[in-house]
């Protein structure tokens, strides 16, 4: 027996269909907005029928922009280094690299990470274009920025492999301790990567 209306327990099961969300805070979200002002629930609803109809991916680097635009504010700006090109995962990625303004050069969003298991393979994901972008001849470097896990390791290396015949210099974002954290609380992974990533002290 249903023992919530209809609308309601949908908006919960829309809701729990959203990573990171579980039951509870499905149900919480939705109790939220049915006690909120109407205009909450209507912004709410606004905001995510733009988020599709309003919304894009850039042409060149596939980040996110505003329909009808060819290319993202990054690849439009003359301000970036054309030579380097960072390859990210998400656009999330983008958002956090920019965040640091520590790097001023292009960007490639994969949209995905190869992974056998779930039948993604090079084709399911903007590899190829990465590569027609070597093609240009003035890239120099590329920054393989893919997550530290099994499937962000195996499609760096599937990368690597592609692209350094290609006589493009490629590296990795170094990997070690966070700032702040302690040797002692490090994983092993962690302190073998920081000390293979080891640098000269200035």
């Known amino acids: 027996m249903r023992t919530l209306p209809e609308p309601v327990q949908d908006l919960i099961d829309a809701f ?41 991916l850039c042409e060149t ?30 656009p999330l990625d983008v958002i956090a690299l920019e965040r640091t303004a520590g790097f001023v050069g292009r960007y490639h969003v994969l949209h995905g990470v190869l992974s056998p298991i779930e039948g993604i393979g090079p084709d399911d994901i903007k590899i190829a274009p990465l590569l027609q972008r070597l093609k240009t001849g003035t890239i ?4 393989l920025a893919t997550n530290p896990s099994m499937e ?29 954290g302690d040797i002692e609380y490090a994983d092993q992974n962690t302190l073998l990567r920081a000390l293979a990533g080891r640098q000269e002290m200035d």
């Open 152 to 180: 962000g390791d195996a499609t760096a290396l599937y990368l690597h492999q592609r692209i350094t015949p290609l006589g493009v210099r490629v590296t990795r974002l170094a990997r070690g301790l966070p700032v702040g």
């Open 140 to 143: 120099k470097e590329i920054i």
């Open 61 to 90: 680097c596939f980040h996110i922009t505003h329909a009808g635009q060819k290319v993202c504010e990054i690849c439009a700006s003359s301000e970036r280094d054309d030579n380097i090109i960072c390859v990210v995962e998400e």
């Open 16 to 56: 729990a269909r959203l990573p990171g969300i579980g039951p509870k805070t499905a149900s919480r979200l939705a109790f939220h907005l049915l006690r909120a002002p109407d205009e909450m629930s209507r912004t709410l609803a606004e905001a995510l029928q733009g988020i599709k109809s309003a919304t894009g």
